[in-house]
């Protein structure tokens, strides 16, 4: 089951349930820049039931058939879960992702790939600590894909050890890019004037941001629009998405300080131990090795 905080986050989301100071689950790109170049074409949206409720993530393929993405993007998810590739998934309503026949089941492998998009399992790392320690943060999960991915490169998931290389002194001057299908926070064009979540455009876009602070388990940057040194930062909907170091992915949307993604963002580091051996058991022999 997810959080009851990541339920009370999902408040603020899509009117679809679509998911994403206390740290909170991620989920868009804020002061970013669309991915119109479909430049990170192997960075999708995935979509996925839960106790009813329907949310989404973002998730990087790193094989044909398995793609990366954050922990309790995964953790209770009900049925199959839904992804897409496509850069633009929906500028204005309707959406364009259908609803399970049964939400409380969640979705069927055969509904989702007759609507026209792939469908995969959820997988959580079996030492997710849902958000309660800090030390063994351990937000990450996988999708198996039910059929393998023709047509796109996979990324390149970091060696191990790629941050601690970092120098402290050189962290705040190490940029950092986030790429997701996240919630954009805006003043509105009529109503309330204060920045806030926008259920449309659902699109890939990238920001790029200084590091912050990093932990064994986790890499904090600093996720401010205004910030001269970076471009912006992640919000709700990116939550899985790839932290991009020259190319490479060192970590995975995890959390932000602040309900209007203008601060400090947490990222999952996957260039550890506990993770890449856990993500080693997903080969093409043994994908079923993992623990949902």
Request: glycine letters at 10%.
């Amino acid at each position: 089951m997810h959080t009851q905080l990541f339920k009370l986050v999902a408040a603020l989301m899509l009117t679809l349930g679509l998911a994403g100071a206390t740290a909170v689950p991620a989920a868009a790109v804020t002061g970013g820049t669309p991915d119109t170049d479909n430049t990170y074409s192997n960075v999708g949206m995935i979509v996925f039931y839960d106790d009813g409720g329907r949310y989404r993530c973002t998730a990087t393929l790193i094989s044909p058939t398995l793609l990366l993405t954050a922990g309790h993007c995964t953790f209770g998810t009900d049925g199959s879960t839904l992804v897409t590739f496509e850069p633009v998934v929906d500028e204005e309503p309707p959406l364009s992702v259908p609803t399970a026949q049964d939400p409380d089941a969640g979705y069927t492998a055969q509904e989702i790939q007759q609507a026209g998009f792939l469908s995969g399992t959820a997988y959580t790392h079996p030492e997710y600590s849902n958000f309660t320690d800090m030390d063994n943060w351990n937000d990450v999960g996988v999708i198996v894909l039910d059929k393998a991915v023709r047509g796109i490169t996979p990324a390149t998931v970091a060696d191990l050890g790629t941050l601690d290389a970092i120098p402290t002194s050189e962290l705040s001057s190490t940029i950092f890019r986030a790429v997701g299908y996240g919630t954009e926070v805006r003043k509105a064009e009529e109503g309330p004037q204060n920045p806030q979540p926008m259920s449309y455009p659902i699109i890939r876009r990238y920001a790029d941001m200084p590091g912050q602070k990093l932990t064994p388990q986790i890499l904090q940057t600093n996720g401010n629009e205004n910030d001269n040194r970076g471009t912006g930062g992640t919000c709700f909907g990116d939550s899985g998405g790839p932290l991009l170091l020259d190319g490479v992915i060192v970590g995975v949307t995890s959390y932000g300080y602040t309900s209007n993604c203008r601060y400090i963002d947490g990222y999952q580091r996957v260039d550890i131990a506990v993770v890449q051996d856990w993500l080693a058991t997903f080969t093409t022999d043994t994908q079923t090795k993992g623990r949902k």
